[in-house]
């Protein structure tokens, strides 16, 4: 037998586009003499689809969809993600569903059991539990079909009360397939890996993971879809951060031969930088825009998002404008101009002195005696915030948000200033990674001008002023974060790992007070297990750490 | 037995606070003779705790709160809602549970058995669903006790496959106990109301019911505890929108004894009011501030929203600043003095022109040859906004967003310009029932000058500028966004109910393709059964009815 793996990079909602590239696949793998082609979870509707699926229109255009697809179905069969509606009086409207389609036919629908419904997941908000369980039967092979999550629990406390795999066991299958959406982050890949080896090794069976691959607003997914034999061993692995489409033969699979000899990189900092090019990528492709605009500031932030934009989308593409201030320092504004030159980006220069200026004359019969402050460095950020939002809604550019993890951490930014953009690029990477990103696009030869990656950080929004002036130093910023954002410990788990009581306190406050700001940042690409946005939920009025 | 009901506002992760105000009311219990007092759910912790369950050490304090409450029962036993951790090696780490203390003593814990996990609800995100039934034994009684949803599965689809309460029945139960946290809607009470009711028939057993009241950054509780007897009748209904505390005989209830004759107005624009009073009010208890700053356009929405938050803070607390441009018409200036000077409120006219000019000048060489459009009006509410953030840094006030939701749905507004705020007070408030509130307002004395309401909506960012320019009349524009939102009706079926086809897809894609606004907007007091923010989610990149 052979299976095709189809790892497509879907458009949430588009099901013109993604019933297209469904219908090109069943072709290829037709014409390939495949039996089988499986594609991923909720592949018709795009993952994840949200409170669209509250909308019966919503859904009966994928069951629509996958009627239609079934029909291309005569020679090769093909397993697809699909909402179905729950037909029974009780639970939840709808089901997570694979359509088995074969001989032109919807043939079977096999739902999915575990529901995650942490992080960013919410699949409890729309779908019941499957409680019936099925092998799909096909030329003589019978096949596991379990979609994502069903294939999780099997660590030692596990999150769930039963197990689907166990009770398939019973209708001895011959392979498993387990088709997922699965997003990235950067320590996703050798987790699932080994989830997967799991449970090739305690069902004693091969497995075929179809993975989504692409990025849906936040969410990337790196595809990574594989082919792993009974020992859990990784015969072979479609790519990283791209489509791509490959056939086995069951019998070499069952027989442990390996397929390919290439593997991808998992070198961590590698893996992020691509994951963030895709995410950039695909949301302006996904929402039809061309250009990107941002402030280039002559810091590390601007400069790896410039870059990594750059990129993503072309550097003509990218229009990078210096907004200098009394404030600014020229070793800035010519690194600036540096960056821009060395990968031909264009660039403007506009000064912010009127326009500040007319703020600060206009409110001076109101701020009378009070002396220059915090409320004069957020009149900065604004009025730059202003010109970067006029020159986007007048050129159809989008703005590139440059806030990094650790600042968005503490509230170290300006709402309706520099938090302002329609994606933020590097929210979910804390700044010492931002230094490690600068350095893996610096390893062949100096894009980003070592003056940014080297000199101290600095807002430049007052004289002299520097980050260290009112954070400790980012690598124990960043560790202090990385344990309550990413671990969720505790003030005193925190101290106890060896840092200053006055220092986490002050820390841990900051984060909590920031929720307001953070409430309205941009949509933050994720790359970690832990990131802002939609898989971290906090109440902003609150009294706890704060 | 005599059974005391405390209704009380909690303040999230307060411990201090809410510990303080739960011994208060057991101590004042137990002076008036009580058996029992009954606390809400998750009242130790406040509600919605959110990610704060995912902290160890959150859910330790609850614990360790309840332990100390524990001592306070010497004579008067209490039920009080509490995170408790799951010691079982399977399922999800926490239940939703109410604590049964007597003698001194933690008694029993009963877990919550259905989750909800719909809307703004995430409780499966933390939660073990119960799967172990028994009453409360106590003086002889036995108490149904049971946790908000518990009672909610009993509609002709029910959500849930089990009823825990057909579960309990077998321990033939006294009474039942029901401690909640259930968020206000205009639609709520009624169906709350009616599920109750349906409860206490069903079962045929009185019923005792306490709620949350006070408001938790986005969710109004409306209180609204009450007593009911065996047929379903409400007996006594505690105060909406306010702590209260009351005693009752279980032998009276049971009997069927009206017990006071006060009920709570039920009309929807009141309730719709003081909801929204609450909302402003707690806000800026719960966070520590006094005092509030929005632009009063001489529009209705900022009227309004002034007037709400002059009701919550005090007059003298409520800072308005106009900001006439060359645009603004001279009758929207006076108008806003004039409601300024009615409610005696602090105001100040500040003049965009010098900024908004300084803006022109500054964009004047890349904007060339481009012609006034969308991009200036957006610059005007961008102006408005930093100045306003200016006097919010300077001064500490927390601005106000006067934004509607028929224009939040359809992006008809400024982001980081008139989208701005701490805190949205109107954005669950379509157009037409801004109207209605601005009448009920003036419902004994002129408070809004009536050109405020009679006049043609503009938002006057050019010339003779008027709504009905860019949107249909608002009532259509709200009634095909009722359908669309709050039904979630697709476009055939609101074409069907008698809108024009062209009309209706246009305002949809304008609901859809304004999803990235409204993810950057404050946060929505929410006041429908379906609100913008986290009842409503979204993608941002996708291509439906868009």
């Known amino acids: 037998m052979k299976i095709a793996l189809a790892q497509i990079n879907y458009h949430i ?56 697809i079934a029909t291309y179905c005569t020679k090769t069969a093909a397993i697809i993600g699909t909402p179905v509606f729950n037909s029974n009086d009780k639970g939840k409207p709808l089901y997570n569903a694979a359509a088995f389609l074969s001989d032109g036919k919807i043939q079977q629908f096999v739902n999915k059991t575990l529901l995650p419904n942490y992080d960013i997941f919410d699949e409890y908000r729309y779908f019941e539990p499957n409680n019936v369980f099925d092998v799909i039967q096909y030329k003589g092979k019978r096949i596991a079909l379990t979609i994502c999550e069903d294939l999780w629990n099997i660590q030692d406390n596990p999150l769930y009360t039963i197990n689907p795999m166990d009770k398939l066991m019973g209708q001895h299958p011959d392979f498993i397939i387990n088709i997922a959406a699965s997003p990235f982050n950067y320590h996703q890949i050798n987790i699932r890996t080994e989830v997967l080896k799991r449970n090739a090794i305690r069902y004693k069976l091969p497995l075929f993971y179809v993975n989504h691959v692409g990025a849906q607003t936040e969410l990337l997914f790196d595809g990574g879809s594989l082919v792993m034999d009974r020992q859990g061993i990784i015969l072979d692995e479609l790519k990283y951060f791209e489509e791509d489409f490959r056939i086995y033969e069951l019998e070499s699979v069952s027989a442990g031969e390996k397929l390919h000899g290439k593997t991808n990189t998992r070198q961590e ?7 963030l090019v895709m995410g950039i990528k695909n949301y302006f492709q996904k929402l039809g825009f061309q250009k990107a605009i941002l402030g280039l500031s002559g810091g590390i932030d601007s400069a790896v998002t410039a870059v990594l934009a750059a990129y993503a989308l072309g550097n003509e593409n990218v229009y990078n404008v210096l907004m200098p201030s009394r404030f600014s320092s020229d070793h800035s504004v010519n690194d600036a101009i540096q960056l821009a030159e060395n990968l031909k980006m264009p660039f403007d220069k506009i000064s912010i002195e009127n326009s500040f200026g007319a703020f600060e004359e206009t409110l001076k019969p109101y701020f009378a005696d009070k002396s220059f402050g915090i409320t004069e460095e957020n009149l900065q950020a604004r009025t730059r915030g202003v010109i970067l939002m006029a020159l986007s809604n007048k050129f159809g550019y989008i703005l590139l948000n440059t806030s990094n993890k650790s600042e968005a951490a503490v509230g170290y930014s300006t709402l309706y200033g520099d938090m302002n953009g329609g994606l933020s690029v590097l929210g979910d990477v804390y700044k010492t990674q931002v230094f490690e990103l600068a350095r893996h696009i610096n390893r062949d030869k100096e894009i980003i001008p070592e003056n940014i990656i080297t000199k101290p950080p600095s807002a430049e929004l007052r004289h002299d002023q520097k980050d260290t002036d009112s954070l400790p130093d980012y690598e124990s910023l960043d560790e202090i974060l990385y344990q309550y954002i990413e671990l969720r410990k505790g003030p005193n788990e925190i101290i106890k790992s060896g840092f200053n009581e006055g220092l986490v306190k002050r820390i841990l406050k900051l984060v909590n007070t920031s929720e307001y700001k953070r409430y309205q940042t941009p949509p933050i690409l994720r790359i970690s297990s832990k990131a802002f946005g939609m898989g971290r939920r906090m109440p902003i009025v609150a009294k706890y750490l704060s």
């Open 13 to 68: 909602g588009n099901f013109a586009s993604n019933k297209h590239k469904i219908i090109d696949h069943i072709k290829r793998s037709e014409q390939a003499g495949a039996d089988l082609v499986v594609f991923s979870e909720l592949a018709i509707s795009g993952y994840p689809p949200r409170d669209f699926l509250e909308f019966e229109d919503f859904v009966n255009k994928c069951n629509a969809a996958i009627r239609e």
């Open 269 to 275: 900092i590698a893996m992020i930088h691509d994951a």
